[in-house]
């Protein structure tokens, strides 16, 4: 959100007649786990009362309302020596991915704003206990079990379906989505005129009719022209980080991408490739350079980050370069344990593999960790590795190692 959206949204906030369940007003800064517990609580509030979001305000006065202004500020608190968002961020179960805005509301007083997404089929817990607001009282949810009940009942839509930016006309829709991608990858033609190409999309659930048109999160995620227009969907973005060693003490280079995974794809693939290490090959007449590393491997792996993930959760595909090895990585744990990813298929965002495989980004259901596999044996490299801890599923491939 824009400082002026967020300064419209604080004065439709004060508005509320008191605090509910899912607002609370605040001063100043008493302790990480008093705003731990209200994240918690008021994420459930909003679902329970169908609000998408539930907002904890530092520098509003909770009893008359007035906009007083706040010292705090959450981004650059710590506690102990963690970050204060990044120390809220694990403790919370799941892993929400709440938002903190610091801004000026005027020039004499700043405003602290945590935005927070519901819950969702699912209480939120904080340090493994759940929490609720009742009037302006922060309790434990378990106390209370026909609101926990409301919570377990409530279905909700997929991350894919909800809402990145509403309020569009078919022009913006076009000018925010890259929609000639679409049309290119299905081998399609592109149709003459704006109604044809919103009705394809509106197909494919990239788009919804709402008041004006609404591109959903599946349609930002895959064809944004820039990701930094959704802010949703912004920390999705892939991020790919060059080591100098074996190790992150010293960083080379770092790229964070800022184009829908579909129009930014193979430019993602082949930006990784150039940095992967190569060996040279001296033939007849010319010398070639062959890559350390399988590329349809490469290709598999991080196609498999970005479809796998947990889009619910904090947190952003990754791939790190090591000098020894290359390990890409997505939030979330899988939904089947590592030595059954070759025999079984499960994927938590459907719409978002369909897509992709059409599009002819990865291998249908269940043959791509195969080829990779294959490919790996097939440039005698180590086997490669899954690890899952910290809501993160790792895979990592690892260089050729000379026999000693």
């Not at 981004?75 to 963690?82: A, V």
């Not at 080379?252 to 993602?268: D, W």
Request: glycine residues 6%; proline residues 4%; contains cysteine.
């Amino acid at each position: 959100m824009k400082e002026q959206q967020l300064i419209e949204l604080i004065d439709e906030l004060v508005k509320q007649p008191q605090e509910s369940e899912w607002v609370e007003f605040k001063q100043n800064y008493h302790s990480a786990e008093e705003i731990g517990e209200r994240i918690s609580a008021l994420s459930n509030g909003a679902c329970i009362h169908n609000q998408a979001f539930g907002y904890l305000i530092f520098g509003v006065e909770d009893k008359t309302h007035i906009i007083t202004g706040t010292t705090f500020k959450a981004k650059s608190t710590k506690k102990g020596n963690e970050e204060l968002e990044h120390w809220l961020a694990q403790r919370l179960d799941p892993r929400i991915d709440f938002r903190i805005h610091e801004f000026a509301y005027d020039a004499q007083r700043n405003i602290t704003l945590f935005v927070i997404p519901c819950a969702h089929n699912k209480p939120v817990d904080f340090l493994h206990t759940p929490y609720i607001r009742v009037g302006s009282i922060t309790r434990k949810l378990s106390d209370f079990p026909e609101k926990e009940r409301k919570i377990w009942r409530k279905s909700s839509k997929p991350y894919e379906l909800e809402i990145a930016k509403d309020n569009l006309s078919a022009s913006d829709v076009i000018r925010l989505l890259s929609t000639e991608t679409y049309f290119d990858l299905m081998k399609l033609p592109y149709p003459s005129n704006q109604d044809g190409v919103i009705e394809k999309f509106i197909n494919e659930n990239l788009v919804v009719k709402s008041q004006g048109y609404a591109i959903t999160n599946l349609g930002a995620i895959l064809f944004a022209k820039n990701l930094t227009e959704f802010e949703g969907v912004q920390r999705k973005s892939v991020r790919v980080i060059v080591y100098k060693g074996k190790n992150k003490v010293e960083t080379i280079r770092e790229q964070i991408g800022v184009k829908g995974y579909a129009l930014g794809f193979s430019g993602l693939v082949e930006w990784i490739n150039s940095q992967l290490p190569a060996n040279e090959e001296i033939g007849k007449a010319l010398r070639t350079e062959s890559r350390m590393y399988p590329e349809i491997a490469i290709r598999e792996l991080v196609a498999n980050a970005l479809i796998h993930q947990d889009l619910s959760v904090k947190g952003f595909p990754m791939v790190e370069i090591f000098s020894d090895r290359i390990e890409i990585s997505n939030p979330g744990n899988p939904l089947i344990t590592p030595d059954r990813f070759i025999d079984s298929y499960i994927s938590r965002n459907e719409k978002l593999a369909d897509l992709m495989r059409r599009m002819g980004f990865c291998e249908e259901k269940g043959s791509g960790l195969d080829k990779v596999i294959f490919n790996n044996e097939l440039y005698q490299l180590p086997p490669i590795n899954v690890i899952t801890d910290e809501n993160r599923t790792r895979v990592t491939m690892y260089s050729y190692k000379k026999a000693e």
